[in-house]
């Protein structure tokens, strides 16, 4: 079934079209990534499914609903962790709790309960700034997750981490994947993290942006490190980065 | 506020009054002190606030009904009187029959005469009324006003100004800084404008009240009059205790300078007169007509303004 | 352990310094250098201090009390202020140029018309405070809620927040650093503001006390009075920082 | 273009601000429910303006040498201990506490010590308002200093440049906004301080003036005055504000 | 010719050892990465190598001159480009002239004389803020090389930009390298990158750090797309993967 569904996206700035019909599905338990030029309108495209921004053409749909310019319905992640420095671990991944109306006590503790399942134990009384990079994202993903809309939104959640934090999340997400079964539209400028993590991957390319290439990765989940050095990896990095640079030329 | 404190019942019946001082507690106000100490406000029915007000601000209360009485001055409250920046405001007593004030120097540097002060550093606030006043005794003694050498008046401590040469002569009540120098053992010439010129001898301080007041309720005003000039009264008969009054409501003064000045000034508030506070209008007019004349009031001032006997004990 | 037993050496410096400038100043007094009414020594200035000691403490009492007075209504003004200007945009073109004006002007000119207006009574010296107190809260607040991450307040929204929710929990703590630096320059004006009101006239307090003993020729004190001020000043700036350390304890780690 | 029409809405916001503020003090004393010598019409204080402009010139020119001078000495003062504690950190720890300290003594009641030692002439209104001035230049400079990048200067020392080099091609620029906005909050107080300063006396200057017109009562022309004072704050607020679009002109684009 | 040497290196911070027993050599013309994890320490060795951090143990040597301790010696790109805000592009680059006390005309014309090779042309007059992240890294890296010194210290030159915008740069750069004849020691967390611009790969692993691994890259350079998506390329990346995933667990 679809569950999330963009239909003829158009968004422009200043007079310059940034997006121009674009069209995307996304279907219960798929994770798909969105790969594109930086500046190319992914993050424009994910605030416009998120009802943050109003396109100038176009609707969205969750499970048939027309949601276009409508908040709350899906949990989005942004770009940067955002976490809010002057609150506690726990009590930033509680937001969304809090908004929802949750008692301070209660959303404490119902958020307390997933940190041994995100790899955050013992950080709940901390500040964010005594977090390393890797956990302030997990963090992050726990505050996305606890808004527990059906569909995440996720802005290059691992974009900011260095290799071997970028590998050990990667592992561990598709690990937490299996369990927590998200739909998960999923920005990346790395294409070996989009080969390894998606279901599909949506290459948005050109100006205005349009998504001109779709890619299914049809190797089993979990994925493991021997795929992400084979040579059937490199084929679809080969085609991905062939039509992204192609893209660049047109 | 000390007042409100002494029984509730009582307040409550008492008229309430607001007395602005001229600038800090001096023994000018001494009376005022004295019948608040001694309950004669109380008697009268009042519950008098003394109040110091910020510099030169005591007129503009009065007028504005902030205050029902003030401390001011003749001279000083000539502005006030007439033209574009009139308040309603009346003298209604003098506090010390004559203007005690004069010029004081150091002891045999010459300005024991008006003449002396050329070539000499005289203080002054650059007020015209002051330097006409000094221009008439000056040439009056055969002087050349533009000789004396004017500097700015920052003057805060006379003795030490007068000690340090900072300065060489200054303005000063005598009953106050005079009276201090004695205290401080700095020998000193001075001379004083009513001797001088009659016209000089204006009313210097006065109390004031508003208009206003004045014409809803002359009957408090009477009862404020009359408790004050008793106190005025003891001041003059007893100037020690005047000085131990005064000296409990302003600790921060000098109790010997206190005393002097209170002993120097027991004879000169009833100096001559009847009624304590009684303004001969044969004074008040001539210092007035002097400005007049002078064009140091635009416009004149007329004959018998801004000053009544009416509200004084009889 | 490191950072305690610097903060220590630091103050050592500190005092160090502050001891040294007394000790001159005593010395030249000593000297007969400045005449004693030139320039009261430091000992007769702390002989000052004790003797007047229960009347400073009196009329100290009242000058805080306006200070707190004003201060308290001038952080609430300044809240509100800040809390409109960042609210309604067309407002914040139409105050924000009239409160820069109400700043240039002389407070301390204007004293005199507040009495005038208001009476010597707390009005309106807890106005003048206000007026010295409010601003730097306001434009502290104010660039402390503009200066707020526009992608924490997507964020919120992606929550399905509204204006007070923002508000509260991104709006508030975000500018909390920059309301704290403000009070602490507020805090400060507060008491100094409250003795040059006290010269507008009045009962009692620290200025009226100093324009008495300036009028008695008391130096020594005079420069007691200026010392108790200063202290208060400080205190209250330490008071400050403490507050703002209990209210940020994310800045501490 | 969209910025220049936009500013221009702004500066009609405020200037109707300004003008409906105006227009209900008129009304106010037009309509006779405040008595003129308690709050002069804005139409006498105009004509005040008007016929005591040239008064108001000639001391207007005094009162602002005596500000351009104590500002200017204000911060070189200031420059120079920034300078000086930013590089000498024990100099620093002692120097600072004291540099606070003076701050939170009441300049104004410093007013009268400062005659006394130092006569009736230009030199006290000027320490005065240096002592005033230099405080926010110094800070604003020195923590302008202080938040300089590490790295930028890790780099130049990788290219073998000295604390001079250094100090030219980052810290001092690095330092400017601040400066600059240290500068404002400066000049304005130097104007302010140079009519406090002339209260303590002298023959010239809007302090002086002010005091004049006070004694004869004229609340009109001290208005005025208080306005021109208000006015010439602003104008060197403006001046400060194009000095610095004009010396940084990065911050332009 | 052994260009840059540094022999026995340790360093401590706060008394945890960060390197040691770093030994590591630069030839002339090389270029020579350096990868690792990131806090492993690679940051710390170049301030030591450029003379602006002292080891505890150890000496560096340029062409058999110890130059341990001694600023000025190698041309340094710091990890951030670290344009000064407040000085235009041209005067920017012009900062190392300057600073060997070339007179300003001069400095400026000079450095104005090399922004067409480094794709700057009409950049001189503009403030860093206006550039886009590719043309900041190229005005960085024009700084470094007007410092003229033999050797040039890379620290992460291309981690700040987009996928596409790092692909041009590495086009770009391998071309300028052929030109301009640095010996380049290279820190990059990209494993892709380091492979397709190196002869030779120094692997920094452990706590304390060592470099446990050098490994020869033998494609002749410069180095086409094709090899990035060679089965030979993805030989290599096998090979550093495994050892960095091995340090990371030992
Ligand atoms: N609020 C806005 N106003 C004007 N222009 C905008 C706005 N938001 C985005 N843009 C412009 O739209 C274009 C697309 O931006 P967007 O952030 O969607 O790109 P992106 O694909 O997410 O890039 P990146 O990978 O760098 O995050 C950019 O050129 C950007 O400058
Ligand atoms: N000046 C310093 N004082 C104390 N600790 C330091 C200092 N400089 C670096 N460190 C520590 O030394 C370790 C190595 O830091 P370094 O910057 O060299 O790592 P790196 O390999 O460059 O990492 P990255 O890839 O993230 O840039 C880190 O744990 C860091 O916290
Ligand atoms: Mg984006
Ligand atoms: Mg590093």
């Given at each position: 079934?679809?569950?999330?569904?963009?239909?003829?996206?158009?968004?422009?700035?200043?007079?310059?079209?940034?997006?121009?019909?674009?069209?995307?599905?996304?279907?219960?338990?798929?994770?798909?990534?969105?790969?594109?030029?930086?500046?190319?309108?992914?993050?424009?495209?994910?605030?416009?499914?998120?009802?943050?921004?109003?396109?100038?053409?176009?609707?969205?749909?969750?499970?048939?609903?027309?949601v276009t310019g409508k908040p709350g319905n899906v949990s989005y992640m942004l770009q940067k962790d955002l976490l809010l420095p002057y609150r506690t671990v726990v009590d930033n991944v509680a937001l969304p709790l809090l908004l929802s109306g949750m008692r301070k006590k209660e959303a404490r503790e119902k958020a307390a309960g997933?940190?041994?399942?995100?790899?955050?134990?013992?950080?709940?009384?901390?500040?964010?700034?005594?977090?390393?990079?890797?956990?302030?994202q997990r963090a992050a993903l726990l505050r996305t997750y606890l808004f527990k809309r059906p569909i995440a939104l996720l802005d290059e959640p691992f974009s900011a981490l260095d290799m071997l934090t970028k590998h050990a999340m990667h592992e561990w997400y598709l690990k937490v994947m299996e369990e927590i079964k998200l739909s998960t539209l999923f920005i990346t400028h790395d294409i070996d993290e989009a080969i390894l993590l998606s279901d599909r991957i949506c290459l948005l390319t050109g100006s205005p942006g349009k998504i001109t290439r779709e890619i299914l990765i049809k190797e089993p989940k979990p994925r493991s490190v021997e795929f992400h050095l084979s040579e059937e990896f490199l084929e679809y990095k080969r085609e991905i980065t062939k039509h992204l640079l192609d893209g660049k030329i047109r | 506020k000390q007042?409100?404190?002494?029984?509730?019942?009582?307040?409550?019946?008492?008229?309430?009054?607001?007395?602005?001082?001229?600038?800090?507690?001096?023994?000018?106000?001494?009376?005022?002190?004295?019948?608040?100490?001694?309950?004669?406000?109380?008697?009268?029915?009042?519950?008098?606030?003394?109040?110091?007000?910020?510099?030169?601000?005591?007129?503009?209360?009065?007028?504005?009904?902030?205050?029902?009485?003030?401390?001011?001055?003749?001279?000083?409250m000539a502005p006030a009187l007439v033209g574009d920046n009139a308040l309603p405001i009346t003298a209604v007593a003098a506090v010390i029959q004559h203007n005690t004030s004069g010029i004081i120097s150091r002891k045999g540097e010459g300005m024991d005469t008006p003449k002396g002060l050329e070539g000499k550093k005289y203080a002054t606030w650059d007020n015209p009324v002051e330097k006409a006043m000094i221009k008439d005794v000056v040439e009056a003694d055969g002087g050349d006003f533009s000789k004396i050498e004017m500097i700015p008046s920052t003057v805060t401590d006379e003795v030490s100004a007068l000690k340090t040469k900072s300065v060489d002569a200054i303005w000063i009540f005598y009953g106050w800084a005079g009276v201090k120098m004695e205290e401080e053992k700095l020998d000193t010439d001075y001379f004083q404008f009513a001797d001088l010129n009659p016209v000089f001898d204006y009313y210097t301080p006065v109390m004031i009240a508003g208009n206003d007041f004045l014409k809803n309720d002359p009957e408090t005003a009477r009862a404020f009059l009359g408790a004050v000039s008793k106190g005025y009264e003891d001041a003059a008969k007893n100037p020690e205790e005047a000085a131990e009054i005064l000296c409990k409501a302003a600790p921060e003064l000098d109790k010997g300078l206190v005393l002097a000045s209170q002993k120097y000034l027991a004879d000169k508030y009833q100096a001559g007169v009847d009624v304590w506070g009684y303004m001969d209008p044969k004074r008040w007019n001539g210092f007035y007509n002097w400005l007049n004349d002078n064009g140091l009031s635009n416009p004149a001032i007329p004959e018998n303004t801004g000053f009544s006997n009416d509200y004084l004990p009889q | 352990m490191i950072r305690k037993s610097q903060s220590i050496t630091n103050k050592l410096w500190s005092c160090s310094a502050v001891l040294g400038l007394l000790l001159l100043w005593q010395g030249i007094c000593s000297a007969g250098i400045i005449e004693a009414y030139l320039l009261p020594s430091p000992a007769?200035?702390?002989?000052?201090?004790?003797?007047?000691?229960?009347?400073?403490?009196?009329?100290?009492?009242?000058?805080?009390?306006?200070?707190?007075?004003?201060l308290f209504l001038g952080v609430v003004l300044g809240f509100f202020i800040a809390v409109i200007m960042d609210h309604f945009h067309g407002l914040y073109r139409a105050i924000y140029p009239v409160i820069i004006l109400t700043q240039t002007i002389p407070t301390v000119a204007l004293a005199p018309l507040l009495v005038l207006w208001f009476g010597y009574e707390m009005t309106p010296k807890i106005?003048?405070?206000?007026?010295?107190?409010?601003?730097?809260?306001?434009?502290?607040?104010?660039?402390?809620?503009?200066?707020?991450?526009?992608?924490?307040?997507?964020?919120?929204?992606?929550?399905?927040?509204?204006?007070?929710?923002?508000?509260?929990?991104?709006?508030?703590?975000?500018?909390?650093?920059?309301?704290?630096?403000?009070?602490?320059?507020?805090?400060?004006y507060a008491v100094v503001g409250a003795v040059i009101s006290e010269w507008l006239g009045g009962f009692g307090g620290l200025g009226v006390y100093m324009t008495r003993v300036k009028k008695a020729f008391a130096f020594d004190k005079m420069f007691a009075v200026i010392i108790l001020i200063s202290v208060i000043s400080l205190l209250l700036m330490k008071g400050v920082d403490y507050l703002s350390k209990k209210c940020m304890p994310w800045e501490e780690i």
């Open positions: 079934m679809v569950h999330l569904k963009a239909e003829g996206i158009k968004k422009s700035f200043e007079g310059r079209t940034i997006l121009e019909g674009v069209s995307l599905e996304l279907k219960e338990g798929e994770l798909v990534s969105l790969l594109g030029a930086s500046g190319g309108g992914k993050t424009t495209l994910f605030q416009i499914l998120a009802g943050l921004s109003l396109p100038e053409e176009g609707h969205v749909f969750i499970d048939e609903r027309e997933y940190f041994e399942l995100f790899g955050l134990e013992g950080t709940e009384k901390k500040y964010p700034s005594q977090l390393s990079g890797g956990m302030r | 007042e409100t404190q002494t029984g509730n019942t009582e307040a409550e019946n008492l008229k309430k009054v607001t007395f602005v001082l001229d600038w800090t507690p001096n023994t000018n106000h001494t009376g005022l002190y004295i019948a608040q100490e001694k309950g004669y406000f109380k008697d009268a029915g009042l519950s008098v606030d003394i109040v110091q007000p910020p510099e030169d601000g005591a007129a503009v209360l009065v007028a504005s009904g902030k205050a029902e009485f003030g401390m001011a001055f003749q001279d000083t | 007769s200035v702390g002989r000052a201090l004790i003797t007047e000691f229960p009347a400073l403490m009196e009329h100290g009492k009242i000058t805080l009390k306006e200070a707190f007075a004003g106005i003048l405070i206000v007026l010295t107190t409010f601003f730097p809260v306001a434009i502290g607040l104010l660039s402390g809620f503009q200066s707020v991450d526009p992608d924490e307040v997507t964020l919120l929204r992606s929550m399905g927040a509204g204006n007070v929710s923002i508000f509260r929990y991104i709006k508030l703590p975000g500018a909390m650093g920059q309301f704290f630096s403000s009070l602490r320059i507020s805090a400060s």
